[in-house]
């Protein structure tokens, strides 16, 4: 009998299963695919069997860590598959199996049963907990210490000891495709998590306002989401230039609405990557209230930029939830080393925006500034983008040697509402035109508002062989140091 048993990992369908018959089929056929692609991409072998309600994937045990995050699966067990002619073989070997598992334990069988047979699942669980008790300390049906579980589904029974809880959700790829704008921080991968898990194919665009050390940062967050949750397509992230942008803003905007106006434009670049990739909307991870550009006067404000519908996971979420997802999902320590940009540029940003004086703003822009940055959209394929740990440590320095010369990135607004004695304020856009003043044989820390810029501005003079750092968590971090030295 012993020859008959084979491992396998039982997988558990949730909403799936009270999808029509047409859907259903169509659902579970892609969640086999996509089963099949998580397999291969870790690295696993593994035979996968369609029956009704149930999908059988034949692989080792290591396998539930991947098959947990592949969503449309609700639950996972590793169970032992035998064909049976009658009720005593399940009995002898769930007897084999359990005997030791329930000594010095209370313990319940729990049975289920599909088909036609001469006995019931009651029968079953009656007929087994006889043959195991002498084995145990007792039978506790309310809190057993022990569970033996038992499906039996024509001539076939599954004996296992543990129920693996997953994600459930939809089939990556069954709700149509969408963009997902990503600053690469906390919120707007979560946001992109949940429309995974709701079924979409999610590609993701990134409006880069400061260089390459941000845009290889931004990847590795999403090619981290993608690799642990996004099987079953091939992703695509996209990156637009939006710096020359940022600068024809600041010349020309008011500054309490650049950060919708600013919102507008990304808004309109997703809404461009989407018509060409046939995507049907646009998702965001924002949060109603959360910071100046998320109030609903603004919301609706950059909204009406576009015609596709706009997406918001999150919108009723608070920070601490957030954050609580991004740990669990995996995707935590990877968001936590991407620092914000566009907060550098906000200047007493306004809460409420009436749309009619946005569009007067937008009306100074030159058009041909934005079809610059449409037309440098790059195409990045997430799936075969092979990512390096970045050292931040050799760029990032928390104390200000004196013997550096400290330079200021932030607006000439800001820098005169506080700095750091004695620093000198160059704004972000213009230092490769100070490049030539400064002189490399200085030493130079950089300083912004969160360390966004002045990281990317260390890593770039670095490559050019000047001696730089950047202040670590920026001038925010700064005050707040000052704060407490002086309280």
């Known amino acids: 009998m012993e020859n008959k048993l084979r491992d396998v990992l039982i997988v558990r369908l949730g909403e799936v299963t009270i999808k029509g018959k047409k859907s ?57 598959e035998f064909e049976f002619e009658t009720l005593g073989e399940i009995v002898e070997v769930a007897y084999q199996l359990f005997c ?6 209370t313990f319940a069988v729990k049975a ?150 600013l919102k507008r434009y990304m808004y309109r670049t997703a809404e461009h990557v989407a018509r060409n990739i046939n995507a049907l909307g646009i998702v965001t991870g924002e949060s109603l209230g959360q910071v100046s550009s998320q109030t609903l006067e603004n919301l609706y404000s950059s909204s009406t930029a576009v015609s596709l519908p706009v997406y918001r996971p999150l919108i009723g979420m608070d920070k601490e939830e957030i954050i609580a997802r991004a740990r669990e999902i995996g995707t935590y320590e990877a968001s936590a080393r991407v620092k914000e940009v566009c907060g550098v540029y906000s200047v007493h ?13 937008e009306e100074k822009i030159d058009k041909t500034v934005f079809e610059g940055v449409v037309s440098s959209l790059r195409e990045i394929d997430l799936r075969t983008l092979g990512i390096q740990a970045e050292s931040l440590d050799e760029v990032e320095i928390s104390t200000i040697d004196p013997d550096s010369i400290v330079i200021d990135l932030r607006p000439p607004e800001k820098y005169r509402e506080g700095h750091v004695p004695g620093s000198i304020n160059i704004d972000f856009a213009e230092l490769p035109e100070a490049l030539e003043r400064l002189d490399p044989n200085k030493k130079y820390i950089f300083i912004c508002d969160e360390g966004g810029l002045s990281r990317e501005a260390a890593y770039t003079l670095r490559k050019l062989g000047y001696k730089a750092w950047s202040f670590r968590g920026g001038y925010r971090a700064l005050s707040r140091k000052l704060d407490g030295l002086s309280s």
């Open 100 to 105: 030791d598992k329930v000594k010095g334990k």
């Open 112 to 261: 289920r049963r599909t088909g036609t047979h001469s006995f019931t699942s009651m029968d079953i669980a009656r007929e087994v907990g006889g043959r195991l008790y002498p084995c145990s300390r007792g039978v506790d049906l309310e809190n057993p210490e022990f569970t033996v579980y038992i499906e039996v589904r024509g001539n076939k029974a599954y004996l296992f000891q543990d129920v693996v809880k997953a994600y459930g959700g939809l089939p990556v790829g069954v709700e149509g495709r969408v963009v997902a704008l990503v600053s690469g921080g906390f919120d707007s991968i979560v946001a992109a998590w949940y429309m995974l898990k709701r079924g979409a194919e999610v590609h993701f665009v990134f409006c880069n306002m400061a260089g390459e050390l941000t845009e290889r940062l931004v990847a590795s967050v999403v090619k981290t989401l993608v690799d642990n949750w996004g099987y079953g397509y091939s992703p695509k992230l996209y990156v637009a230039d939006f710096r020359p942008l940022v600068k024809e803003l600041r010349k020309k905007v008011d500054p309490g609405l650049l950060g919708v106006v």
């Open 349 to 361: 940003p306004r809460t409420r925006s009436r749309l009619e004086e946005v569009l007067r703003e």
């Open 24 to 80: 259903r089929d169509r659902f579970e056929k892609k969640l086999i695919e996509n089963i099949k692609e998580a397999l291969r991409l870790s690295g696993l072998q593994g035979e996968v069997k369609r029956e009704y309600g149930r999908i059988y994937v034949y692989s080792p045990r290591e396998a539930i860590k991947v098959l947990r995050r592949v969503f449309g699966i609700t639950s996972i067990s590793s169970a032992v």
